[in-house]
Every structure is written in structure tokens, then in C-alpha cells.
Nanobody, 120 residues
Framework: QVQLVESGGGLVQAGGSLRLSCAAS????????MGWFRQAPGKEREFVAA????????RYADSVRGRFTISRDNTENTVYLQINSLKPEDTAVYYC?????????????WGQGTQVTVSS
């Protein structure tokens, strides 16, 4: 079992930046791929980014590539999502996920989410 706790969300103006954090409860989190998803009101949860256990491989949704950066610090059991050049359409609840691999990232553990609201 892995517990994930997201933080760092908030209200920000368009063009601004945020860094989201996801703290994992398990020390062996370095064996897990971790990722970020988001869900806007009335929409399905969508993949944003993922990173392999040791951080060598990353994946991004086309809609965020170049603006979002996923990273991890396994000494802190934490994964980060740096979000730059925020747009109103980035408004959503952002969820952290962990699984045995990037390809199964939807099928593992989930956090409770953190709200990101971008004002125009």
C-alpha cells in the first residue's frame, strides 16, 4: 500500500507558475513509476505526465509538453510537477498516481488531489 499526498495547488493568474508536490508514504517509492493526472469540471480524468522509478524516463501529454516538467527526489519520497505559463484551461484537480510502471500508471495508487485554478 502506498499513500500519496498532493500539495502546492492554488489560485494563480494566467501566465504564472506553480509547483505541485506529491509525497509518498513508502520508502521504496523509488521502485515505482509516478505520475500526474488532472480532472477539470465535467471532464474525464486525463493523463498529464509520468516518470519512471529512478527518473530516467518521462512522458508528457501533448497538451502540456514544454510547459510542465515532472521530476522526483527519491531521498524525499516526493514527485514534483512544475507548471509554467499557466492557462485557464489548466484549471483542474491534479492527482498524483503511483504504479509499478509508466504503462500501468492508471491502475495503481492515487492521492486525493490538489486544486489548481487559473484566472484569466
Amino acid at each position: 500500500q502506498v499513500q500519496l499526498v498532493e500539495s502546492g495547488g492554488g489560485l494563480v493568474q494566467a501566465g504564472g507558475s506553480l509547483r505541485l508536490s506529491c509525497a509518498a508514504s513508502r520508502r521504496t517509492v523509488s521502485t515505482l513509476a509516478m505520475g500526474w493526472f488532472r480532472q477539470a469540471p465535467g471532464k474525464e480524468r486525463e493523463f498529464v505526465a509520468a516518470i519512471s522509478g529512478i527518473g530516467r524516463t518521462t512522458r508528457y501529454a501533448d497538451s502540456v509538453r514544454g510547459r510542465f516538467t515532472i521530476s522526483r527526489d527519491n531521498t524525499e519520497n516526493t514527485v514534483y510537477l512544475q507548471i509554467n505559463s499557466l492557462k485557464p484551461e489548466d484549471t483542474a484537480v491534479y492527482y498524483c498516481a503511483a504504479s509499478s510502471s509508466i504503462s500501468t500508471i492508471r491502475e495503481g495508487f492515487w492521492g486525493q488531489g490538489t486544486q489548481v485554478t487559473v484566472s484569466s
